[in-house]
C-alpha cells in the first residue's frame, strides 16, 4: 500500500486524479478503524494533513468557510459562539482524544446516518465545497448525502471547505445514546433558529438510511411562529406547537431496528428531543431580547 | 502494515530461564497501602502485556473460525492456503497428537473442530505464517465446506424432549435440586416473579494473547495470560501429549481477567504451530477475536415465588433459575451449583425448592465471570424482596433486616453459617449513609449536562428526571467448593545478598490485577522482618497456585506464603537458637533475630546477615483450606461452601423517565472484607466491581440472534464511562474470619454481586415500571419494550405457579 503526503492542496488533487481509488485520510478515526477491523484495503492513503489550507477557517462573504481538516476540538473552542449547533454535536463526538483528531471533513467523507456533524450542518443550512483537478463545485449539504455511507463525491475529488452562516439566532443540538459519553448516535436532532427568515431549520441522524431535514416539520414550526406573531413578539412557545414539532419530526424520520435501539424507541425519543431543542432554543430566543 | 509496526514494537523478549525479577523498591507491609509494583509501569503505558511478546524469528498463528453457529463439517480443503508465500502451516483436528477436546470440568470442547460445529466463532484450522497479515490471508483461503443446521437457541428450548441433542450426553448439562423444610408450604402473602439477565462480557482490556517457543527437544516453553497455570498445562499435557516435564509454562502480563481468562483460548494453539513448525509462534486475538475466544458470563430467567408472614416473615422460596450455557461445558457445572446454594439470598428461609438448570444450546459458551452464578441469583431474589415489601406494605430495607442471616444461620443447603455474617451490620450501615443532595433545587441555568441522564448528548435540562434509590444486599463463596481439592502453593527463600537480607517468594498466582504481587510482598516483610523482597515471575517450576477466581487469592495464596515464611522463620530461629545459644521468645523484625520477652524491651540477637552468612533457608508449603463437600443429588444438602462473604448496595439514579436514560448519581456500598490487608487495592476491587455491575444492570449485553453475536467489538458492546460510574461512597467493614489467615474474606467479586440488583431496584422506584429484566434499556423505561418477562401477569394473589421438578 502506497502512503501518498502531498503538502499543498493542488498536490493533493493530483494525487485523488492519478489514485481514484486512494483513500483520502484526515483525521483517521474511521479511517484507521476500517483497516483495523479488515473491512477496507485500499491500495494507497492520500494523507491531508500536510494540507495547510484544509485546517483553516476564516469568514468570507458574511460565510465561515471551515475547512474540512479542523478537528472538532478546534470547532469547539474557536467557533462556539458562530456555529453553536456544529460546535455542540462536535462536543459530543467520541473522547477527547478522537475530538481532537477527528473532522467535519472527515464526518462527511464516511457520510455515515449516525455522523454528529450531519444534523447540525443540516439546520444551519450549510454547503459543501468539493474539487478536483477538473474543478470545483459547491452543493447543499442535503445535496451531498445519497445513502447509507455514501456521498456525492466523484472518485476524483476531495473535500475541501463546509460554508456555514454564522448563527443569527439559537441553535441546539441533542443526540441519543446509551451511556452518557463516547456513544455512537441511536438518533440525533439538531435545530437552528433564523429569526430573520422566521424559519426553523432542522436536522435529523441515525434515523434513516442518510442524515436528513424534516421539511415539512421545520416550515410547519416557522409559519406556526409567524402566525401567532411571535418571532417578533418572543412570547411564550405554545406546549401544544412543541409537541406538534415533535412529531412531526417523527414523521419525517425512517429508521431501523439495530443493535443500538429499537425503530420504535428511535422515533419516540426523536420526538422528544425535537420537542425539547425547539423549547430550549425559544427560550434561548426569549432571553436574548 | 499493522503487522509491521507492531513486529518494530517490541517491550518483552522471553527467554528460557527465568528472567530476573527486580527488587521492588516498594515497602509497606501488612494492613499498609502498599504500592503496586507495576503501578508507574500501567499508568505511563509502559508495562509488558502478553500481547507485547516478541522472540527473534517467530510466527504468527491465526485461528480459522465457524461463521455458523451449528453445522457440520463436510470437508476442509487447506490446498489454497497452502500456496500463499510465507505460510509456515496449516493444522486441522487430525493435527492434534493428544486428546482432541478440553476443558476444565468436562473435556467436551474440540481444540479443533472436526465433524460438528456447536457455536459461531467455534476453531476449525489454524495458520502459521511470517507475518500476521499474511496469517489472516492464508486463513480466509482454507476451505471449509459447511452443512448449515438450524441452531438451537434457547435454553428452555433445548431441554425440550424433541430437542436436538448437542452433545452425546443430552443438552441437560447440569441440575441442581435443593429441597429444604416443607414442600407444600403455605404463607399469608405470596409474591411471583419472572427476571432475566443477559450475556455480559468479562471484557478485559488485553486480548487473549501468548508466544510459544519450542525448546528443540520436543518440548515447549508457553509465555501466557491466563487466570491458572496448572490447569491450562494439564490440558496442554492431554492434548500435546507430552511428559508434563516437557512443558513449561510463564505468566506474560495479564491485561484484566474477570474469569474470562479461566479457559483455554490461545494455549493449545500456539504450541500445536510452534511444535510442528519448530519456530516460535505468537498468537494475539484481534478484539473482534476475543469476543468470540473467551466465555461469557450466563444469560439466566429466574422464576421465583416469595411466601411470607403478615408481619414480613419469609415462609417459603421457591425458583426455577435456567442457565443458557451455551455450547460447551466450560464452569457452567460450578456456575449452576453456586446459583443454586445462593438462590434464596442472605436471608433466613425455612422452608425452599430450588431447581437450577444449565444447558447446551449453540449460543457462545458461557463459563466463569466475577460473581459466578450468584450475580444471576441476586437480581432475581432481591427483585423479589422489593416486590414482597410492596404487597407487604413494608419498607424493603425493613424487610431485609427482618429476614436477614446471621451467624448460625441454617442455609437450605443445611450448611450452617459459620463467623461473621454481617448481613444486617450491612443494610443498616447503608441506609445511614446520607444521600447525595437532589438536584432539583438548581436552576436550569447551573446544571452541568455532565450531572444528568444523557450527559453532554444534552438531552434534558431537567425535563423529565425522576430520582430512585434502591437497595440490595448479596453474598457468595470463597474459594472452591463442593469438595474440590483447593490447595496453593508458595515457595519462600531468605538469602543474604550484598550484606543485605532478601526474601524471594515464587507462586504460580496470576496477578489479574487485584494485587497478589503485592500482597506476596506485604506478607514476607511482615512475617521476616525484612524489607527487600522479590517475587518471581509465575510459572509451573513451582506447585500451583489454582485460580485467580472464586476471589481467593489472598486467602489461598496469601495462606500458601504466611505458612511458608512461618516454616522458613522456625528454621532461622532454630539456628539462632543452635548457632548463637539465643533463648527466649525469638521474633524477626528489622532484619535481624531480636529477644522479645514479655515485659522487656526487645533486644537484638543477630543480624540476618551475620546469622546467615552464605546459608540459604527455603520452603515449599501447599496450603488448603478446610474440605468441602458436594450436594447430595436428591436433597441438595451438603456443606458446600468454605466460607461466605457479604456485601450490600445503594444505588441513586436520575432517570429521564421520557427517553428512558439514566445517570446514577452515586453508588453506596458496605461489604465485609474480613481484614483489610491492603485498604486500597480492597478500595479499588470495591469500585471497579460496583462499576461492572452497574454496566450489567444499563448497558452491557453480548447481544445475539440466532446464534450469532452481533455486537462483537467496543463500538456496541458498551462499557461504563466515567460519566455512567459515579464516586463510591464505601464503608468497609473488617469482622475478621475464624478460618482464613489473617482473618481474610476474598473482596473481589461481592461488590458485583449486589450492585446491578440495586441499580434495577433504583430504576424501579423512579419510574414505577416493573423492569424484570437487566441490562435495562431505554426501551425497558419508556415502555416501548416488553421483554418476555414483563408479559407476565403481576399478581401477588396467585397461587404457587413452580412446581418442583422430580427428575
Ligand atoms: C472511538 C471513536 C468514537 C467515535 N465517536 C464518534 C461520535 O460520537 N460521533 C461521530 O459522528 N463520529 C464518531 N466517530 C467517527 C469519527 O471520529 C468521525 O466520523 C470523524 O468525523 C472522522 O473524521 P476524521 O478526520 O478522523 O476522518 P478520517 O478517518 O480521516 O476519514 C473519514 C472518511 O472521510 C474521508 N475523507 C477525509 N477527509 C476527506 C477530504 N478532505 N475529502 C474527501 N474525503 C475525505 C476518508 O477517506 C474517509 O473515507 C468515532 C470514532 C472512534 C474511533
Known sequence: MDFLRPDSWADALAAKAEHPDGVPIAGGTDVMVELNFDRRRPSSLIDLTRVRDLSEWYEQDGLVRLGAGVTYARLITELGDQLPGLAMASRTVGSPQIRNRGTVGGNLGTASPAGDSHPALLAAGAEVEVESVRGSRRMPVTDFYLGVKRNALQPDELIRAIWIAPATGPQQFSKIGTRNAMVIAVCAFGLALHPGRKAVGTGIGSAAPTPRVAAEAGAFAGSALDEAGLWESRGELPPSLAREFGQRVRAAAAPIDDVRGSAAYRLHSLSVIARRCLVWAWNDYRKAA | ?807
Open chain 2, 1 to 807: 502494515m499493522r503487522g509491521d509496526r507492531s513486529l518494530r514494537a517490541t517491550s518483552s523478549r522471553p527467554t528460557r530461564q527465568r528472567p530476573a525479577a527486580p527488587v521492588t523498591p516498594v515497602t509497606g507491609g501488612l494492613g499498609e497501602s502498599a504500592r503496586r509494583p507495576d503501578a508507574t509501569l500501567k499508568v505511563k503505558g509502559e508495562f509488558a502485556y502478553s500481547s507485547d511478546l516478541w522472540a527473534e524469528g517467530m510466527l504468527w498463528g491465526t485461528t480459522v473460525r465457524s461463521p455458523h453457529p451449528r453445522a457440520k463439517i463436510r470437508s476442509i480443503d487447506v490446498s489454497e492456503a497452502l500456496m500463499v508465500a510465507g505460510l509456515a502451516t496449516v493444522l486441522t483436528a487430525d493435527d492434534v497428537p493428544g486428546r482432541k477436546t478440553f476443558g476444565m470440568e468436562v473435556p467436551d470442547q474440540p481444540v479443533l473442530a472436526w465433524g460438528d460445529i456447536r457455536y459461531q466463532g467455534e476453531a476449525v484450522a489454524l495458520v502459521a505464517a511470517d507475518h500476521p497479515e499474511t496469517a489472516r490471508r492464508a486463513a480466509a483461503l482454507v476451505r471449509v465446506d459447511y452443512e448449515v443446521l438450524d441452531p438451537v437457541v434457547d435454553a428452555e428450548a433445548a431441554m425440550a424432549p424433541d430437542a436436538p441433542a448437542l452433545h452425546p450426553s443430552g443438552n441437560v448439562l447440569k441440575h441442581v435440586k435443593v429441597r429444604h423444610g416443607d414442600q407444600q408450604p403455605t404463607a399469608d402473602v405470596v409474591v411471583t416473579g419472572e427476571y432475566e439477565v443477559g450475556m455480559q462480557d468479562q471484557a478485559p482490556l488485553g486480548p487473549e494473547s501468548g508466544l510459544a517457543i519450542p525448546d528443540g527437544e520436543g518440548g515447549i516453553d508457553l509465555y501466557v495470560a491466563t487466570q491458572w497455570l496448572h490447569v491450562d498445562h494439564d490440558q496442554l499435557v492431554a492434548s500435546l501429549d507430552l511428559r508434563p516435564a516437557q512443558i513449561r509454562m510463564t505468566m506474560a502480563g495479564i491485561g484484566g481477567a474477570f474469569g474470562a481468562r479461566e479457559d483455554i483460548s490461545i494455549q493449545i494453539h500456539a504450541c500445536l504451530l510452534a511444535l510442528r513448525t519448530g519456530r516460535p509462534v505468537k498468537m494475539s486475538y484481534s478484539r473482534q477475536e476475543s469476543f468470540v475466544g473467551h466465555v461469557h458470563r450466563h444469560p439466566a430467567r429466574l422464576q421465583y415465588e416469595h411466601g411470607a408472614t403478615r408481619d414480613g416473615r419469609l415462609v417459603c422460596v421457591k425458583t426455577r433459575i435456567v442457565f443458557d450455557g451455551g455450547a460447551y461445558a466450560s464452569s457452567s457445572n460450578a456456575v449452576c451449583l453456586n446459583a443454586a446454594t445462593f438462590a434464596c439470598g442472605p436471608y433466613e428461609v425455612p422452608n425452599a425448592t430450588i431447581d437450577c438448570y444449565v444447558t447446551y444450546t449453540n449460543n457462545p459458551p458461557c463459563g466463569a465471570m466475577r460473581g459466578f452464578g450468584a450475580v444471576q441469583a441476586c437480581f432475581g431474589y432481591e427483585s423479589q424482596m422489593d416486590k414482597l415489601a410492596a404487597a407487604l406494605g413494608m419498607d424493603p430495607v425493613e424487610l431485609r433486616l427482618a429476614n436477614a442471616m446471621r451467624e448460625g444461620t441454617s442455609l437450605p443447603t443445611g450448611q450452617r453459617v459459620e463467623g461473621p455474617a454481617p448481613v444486617a451490620e450491612i443494610l443498616r450501615s447503608l441506609r445511614a449513609m446520607p444521600l447525595p443532595p437532589n438536584a432539583d433545587g438548581a436552576g436550569e441555568a447551573e446544571r452541568d449536562l455532565r450531572e444528568l441522564p444523557g450527559g453532554v448528548s444534552n438531552t434534558t435540562h431537567g425535563e423529565g428526571v425522576r430520582r430512585g434509590v434502591g437497595y440490595a444486599v448479596g453474598y457468595k463463596n470463597i474459594a472452591f467448593s463442593a469438595g474440590f481439592d483447593d490447595y496453593a502453593t508458595a515457595r519462600v527463600r531468605l538469602s543474604v545478598v550484598a550484606g543485605e537480607p532478601i526474601a524471594e517468594v515464587h507462586s504460580a498466582a496470576a496477578e489479574v490485577g487485584q494485587g497478589v504481587v503485592t500482597l506476596q510482598l506485604q506478607i514476607v516483610r511482615t512475617e521476616l522482618g525484612v524489607q527487600r523482597a522479590v517475587v518471581l515471575p509465575a510459572d509451573t517450576q513451582v506447585g500451583s497456585a489454582g485460580s485467580s477466581s472464586a476471589s481467593r487469592q489472598t486467602w489461598m495464596t496469601g495462606g500458601a506464603v504466611k505458612a511458608a515464611c512461618e516454616a522458613v522463620r522456625e528454621r532461622v530461629l532454630a539456628l539462632a537458637a543452635s548457632k548463637l545459644g539465643a533463648t527466649g521468645r525469638l521474633v524477626l523484625a528489622d532484619g535481624a533475630v531480636l529477644v522479645a520477652d514479655a515485659g522487656a524491651a526487645p533486644t537484638r540477637v543477630s543480624t540476618l546477615a551475620d546469622l546467615l552468612g552464605a546459608e540459604v533457608v527455603e520452603e515449599t508449603v501447599e496450603y488448603r483450606h478446610a474440605p468441602t463437600e458436594d450436594l447430595d443429588p436428591e436433597t441438595g444438602q451438603g456443606n458446600a461452601h468454605v466460607g461466605f462473604a457479604f456485601a450490600g448496595h445503594r444505588a441513586v439514579v436520575d432517570v429521564d423517565t421520557e427517553l428512558g436514560l439514566v445517570k446514577v448519581v452515586e453508588m453506596a456500598t458496605a461489604q465485609d472484607v474480613g481484614r483489610a490487608l491492603n485498604p486500597q487495592a480492597v478500595e479499588g476491587q470495591l469500585q471497579g466491581g460496583t462499576a461492572q455491575g452497574l454496566g450489567l444492570a444499563l448497558m452491557e449485553e453480548i447481544q445475539i440472534s440466532g446464534g450469532k453475536v452481533r455486537n462483537p467489538s467496543f463500538t456496541d458492546y458498551l462499557i461504563p464511562t466515567i460519566l455512567d460510574m459515579p464516586p463510591v461512597r464505601m464503608d468497609i467493614l473488617e469482622l475478621g474470619n475464624p478460618v482464613s489467615p489473617y482473618g481474610v474474606k476474598g473482596v473481589g467479586e461481592p461488590p458485583t454481586i449486589s450492585s446491578p440488583a440495586a441499580v434495577a431496584a433504583a430504576l424501579r422506584a423512579a419510574t414505577g415500571r416493573a423492569l424484570r429484566r437487566i441490562p435495562v434499556r431505554p426501551e425497558h423505561i419508556t415502555g416501548l419494550l416488553e421483554t418476555r418477562t414483563d408479559a407476565v401477569p403481576d399478581d401477588p394473589t396467585k397461587p404457587a405457579r413452580i412446581s418442583a421438578e422430580t427428575q
